[in-house]
């Protein structure tokens, strides 16, 4: 069966750099486009960042772009999330997903990791 699995999250102080980590086993890893999200502590989960198949192509919200980046290792089935200088604001549980395109839509991913946290403290 597939596995989606995140490590990596954490208790920092804000400006901290954080690399979260997921990998997925019981897929053909480099045929799916993966994808992180993250909900907030009484928000809707939200797009973070998108790579494709090959990593040739990402994508990112507004609200993290310059300062997260999403990196993959196809021979290690994983894809990586860079976090740098960390704000209160980017608490939340993140998540990463596998689908068959890179978007910002959460429908388009067909399997799902269980989260880890990130908690930023000011």
């Known amino acids: 069966q597939v596995q989606v699995v995140e490590s990596g999250g954490g208790l920092v102080q804000a400006g901290a750099s954080l690399r979260l980590s997921c990998t997925a086993s019981g897929l053909a890893f480099s045929t799916y486009a993966m994808g992180w999200f993250r909900q907030a502590p009484g928000k809707e989960r939200e797009f973070v960042a998108a790579i494709s198949r090959s990593g040739g192509y990402t994508k990112y919200a507004d609200s993290v772009q310059g300062r997260f980046t999403i990196s993959r290792d196809n021979a290690k089935n994983t894809v990586y999330l860079q976090i740098n200088s960390l704000k209160p604001e980017d608490t939340a549980v993140y998540s990463c997903?596998?689908?068959?395109?890179?978007?910002?839509?959460?429908?388009?991913?067909?399997?799902w990791g269980q989260g880890t946290q990130v908690t930023v403290s000011s």
């Open positions: 997903a596998a689908g068959r395109s890179y978007t910002y839509t959460q429908s388009t991913y067909g399997y």
